[in-house]
């Protein structure tokens, strides 16, 4: 199978990790706090049943890219500017924690703006996601059986983009083929590196018929979803 070579934008989503702030006592909320990721949190099973995939995103991932062009927008929509930090500066902050990645922003006076206010209070949206790439050297791979059960994980030790954080309406459906191309990427180079460069046919068809198990949406878009515990 062809290797994933090209950069590929990534998509992850916490539960509970958006809210509105009054910037003080009197004044209205305007202000929108998240956490775009969470540090040392394992994500749900993005394989299948005969091959569990898991991600963790480490501290230290976030190092070096937060003076990025990055956007607030909402639900990825470009078209739905709510903020944006060029070079650590503008109507948008982001940081890191011992939590994990955070963002701020007054939201502003557009539509798209008081929509999300209004959603906030009202409890309707309570979803964050952020955009990213990783570098191929910026991920560690652990391959491991357990209960006779092929179990991957992926640690996210480097980002080399931050493109966007984006308060969410829902995720959709989980979709999770670029965590499943990337998985069948290192398990071929794991086979390769163990002398056997074809690889497990079966073992890699367990892994793509896993991204069957949830609808096709918006697949172009490659997003899938980390519940991500403790958010």
């Given at each position: 199978m062809q290797a994933v070579t090209d950069p590929v934008i990534e998509r992850r989503f916490t539960c509970g990790a958006v809210e509105l702030r009054a910037a003080s006592s009197d004044s209205e909320a305007k202000l929108v706090r998240g956490y775009a990721a969470v540090?040392?949190?394992?994500?749900?099973?993005?394989?299948?049943?005969?091959?569990?995939?898991?991600?963790?995103?480490k501290p230290g991932a976030?190092?070096?890219?937060?003076g990025d062009d990055v956007r607030a927008l909402f639900n990825h929509d470009a078209n739905l500017i709510l903020a944006r930090s060029k070079g650590g500066k503008g109507t948008l902050k982001v940081g890191v924690?011992?939590?994990?990645?955070?963002?701020?922003?007054e939201a502003p006076d557009t539509q798209a703006g008081r929509d999300l206010i209004v959603s906030l209070?009202?409890?309707d949206v309570d979803q964050s996601s952020f955009a990213f790439i990783v570098p191929k050297d910026g991920q560690e791979w652990v391959e491991r059986t357990a209960d006779g059960k092929t179990v991957v994980t992926r640690t996210i030790k480097k980002v080399s983009r931050l493109l966007d954080v984006s308060p969410v309406t829902y995720p959709?459906?989980?979709?999770a083929t670029v965590a499943l191309r990337s998985l069948d990427e290192f398990r071929a180079e794991h086979k390769a590196a163990d002398g056997s460069a074809a690889g497990d046919a079966a073992a890699n068809s367990a892994v793509y018929d896993a991204a069957n198990d949830f609808p096709k949406v918006d697949r172009e878009r490659r997003l899938?979803?980390?519940k991500l515990t403790g958010s």
């Open positions: 540090f040392d949190s394992q994500s749900a099973n993005m394989g299948g049943d005969k091959v569990s995939f898991y991600e963790v995103i976030f190092d070096g890219v937060l924690d011992e939590r994990g990645l955070w963002y701020e922003f209070k009202r409890g959709a459906y989980p979709d899938r979803v980390l």
